[in-house]
């Protein structure tokens, strides 16, 4: 490229300026790829910290992750991203062993079986399985081997997939504790091929199920190792922390305590309302309550982001029902925890627990553990898909109460009120995970509308999918077409959505 050229092009881009209206991951990453070439960027965040997902807490001076405590390495997207950032020496590998299983029919709390896919069994005669299903399940499991195989994309549901093929015990004891801890949804509503690409294959290569599984496990026996997930010494808000810093590098201005209320068609660009509160950190700005912008990226919730975007998309696609989770983080002075009596965490059968799941924070996380300096902390998780959260109802007092419960009873040791030192209460409307069956044509229908209408783009995990390594790079594509159409004038191409191919 000429030096005319270039010279021409970073004009272009400091006539340009985009305002990021939400700061998540997704709004910080996105406003991050438009500022590198240039391009002025504002980014406004309606809470009084950036972070969205990820969240600080304190728990009697002890810093938390009240949201997101990890990120899942697939995709090496939030890896190269955390790298970036200079935190890859901060980078550390979650402690303490597998997970449990709580809320077993007739049999007590047993640890996950190893390996195995979504809970499909490989080996339904392994003994850790057994433990769950018990000989009945076993020997309706190995029915599996003797059925014909299913047609490729025959059955989408995971759930009656299991069930057919393997029988109830398994899909009730094994893979529905899964699916509602990790998409807090019913196997019924999960997609087999979002879930488990290459699993409905496999099954008409190999002729049954636990075949299948296993042979999906054979072909990823020869990839490098490493943990599914990774998290952060100190927490994942140093990254919202490191990403705010870069911005800043870039001359971004970040203004938080600032609630867009509307968006408005100006010519070309656009008119960004907001209200900011006497607590912005904006710097003086000329108007404080209207903002001018040559394009706009919305990157807040679900139910903010239809309410900004309706009334200018057109055939904007209905919403799927979105969970709502509450997460209650418990400090608690019991020794009796020290020989972590339930490895990293607790997922529970359900129907059999008021929580959905329970994570053992400082058996995981030896940072944490470190910072508790003798005391634990437990993270206790309510509400699923179609079901409110049980605390929902609660004063904070009760959920912790509830929780202190709930955890007593996952981690097999009675725990009273005496040993509660604090506890904090996180509420979370979490986007539906593309993994279940029809979401992900949603999404396309939702992408594909956004995409249509010049200057104006949407990230986050109502779009992208749940997590990390599904919103970052989903933010860096959707920030990259946006920005080429602006340097470009390139409307027409800027309608095609973007696509990262990530699953949850």
């Known amino acids: 490229m000429s030096s005319e050229h270039s010279a021409d092009l970073a004009a272009r881009a400091a006539d340009q300026h985009v305002v990021v209206v939400g700061g998540g991951i997704g709004g910080l990453v996105a406003a991050r790829e438009c500022a590198k070439v240039g391009i002025r960027v504002t980014v406004l965040e309606a ?19 009240a949201g997101a405590e990890s990120f899942a390495t697939r995709g090496g997207h939030v890896r190269a991203l955390v790298d ?30 190893k390996g195995g896919l979504l809970g499909i ?22 029915v599996d081997r003797l059925r014909p195989p299913l047609t490729i994309g025959h059955e989408k549901s995971l759930g009656r997939l299991v069930t057919t093929r393997m029988g109830a015990r398994v899909r009730d004891r094994l893979v529905a504790p899964i699916t509602a801890g990790v998409y807090s949804a019913l196997p019924e509503d999960v997609d087999v ?38 998290g952060i010494d100190g927490g994942m808000g140093r990254l919202v922390d490191a990403l705010r810093a870069n911005l800043e590098t870039y001359g971004v201005d970040v203004r938080t305590d600032a609630r867009v209320t509307a968006l408005t068609r100006d010519g070309e660009g656009w008119t960004v309302q907001l209200e900011q509160t006497e607590e ?71 129907g059999s627990h008021t929580a959905k799941a329970l994570t053992h924070s400082t058996a995981k996380w030896g940072w944490l553990r470190r910072a508790a300096d003798g005391n634990h902390i437990v993270r206790v998780s309510f509400g699923a898909q179609g079901e409110p959260a049980a605390t929902a109802s609660l004063d904070d007092a009760a959920a912790a109460e509830l929780a202190l419960s709930e955890a007593s009873a996952l981690l097999g ?27 992900a044509e949603r999404r396309a229908a939702a992408r594909a509308a956004i995409a249509a209408t010049p200057r104006l783009a949407a990230v986050g995990a109502w779009l992208s999918g749940t997590g990390l390594a599904q919103v970052v790079p989903d933010a860096s594509a959707e920030a990259d077409r946006l920005r080429g159409a602006l340097l470009w004038n390139d409307w027409n191409g800027a309608s095609t959505p973007s696509s990262t191919g990530a699953q949850d």
Do not use: C, M
């Open 84 to 113: 970036e950032l200079g935190l890859a020496d901060a980078v550390v590998a979650p402690e303490g062993g597998g997970a449990w299983l709580s809320g077993i029919p007739d049999a007590p709390d047993a640890p996950l079986p």
């Open 193 to 230: 091929d979002a879930a488990a690409p290459g699993l409905n294959a496999a099954l008409t290569r190999v002729g049954s199920l636990s075949g299948a599984v296993l042979s999906l496990q054979g072909e990823r026996a020869g990839k490098a190792p490493g943990a599914a997930v990774l």
């Open 280 to 350: 912005s950190d904006a710097e003086e700005p000329a108007d404080p309550g209207i903002l001018t912008a040559s394009a706009v990226i919305v990157a807040t919730s679900e139910p903010a982001a239809r309410e900004l975007l309706t009334p200018h998309v057109t055939g904007l696609s209905d919403p799927g029902a979105a969970p709502e989770i509450e997460i209650v983080s418990l400090l608690l002075d019991a020794p009796e925890l020290d020989a972590n009596p339930r490895g990293s965490g607790v997922l529970t059968v359900p």
């Open 413 to 439: 040791v009675p725990l009273k009120s005496a040993q509660l030192r604090a506890a904090h209460r996180a509420r979370f409307v979490q986007s539906q995970p593309t993994s279940l069956i029809g979401a």
């Open 121 to 142: 069994p490989a080996n339904p005669f392994q003994e850790d399985v057994r433990a769950i299903i018990g000989w009945r399940g076993v020997w309706r499991a190995y």
């Open 47 to 65: 809470a009084s910290q950036l972070g969205g997902s990820i969240r600080r807490a304190e728990l009697d001076g002890i810093v938390i992750d």
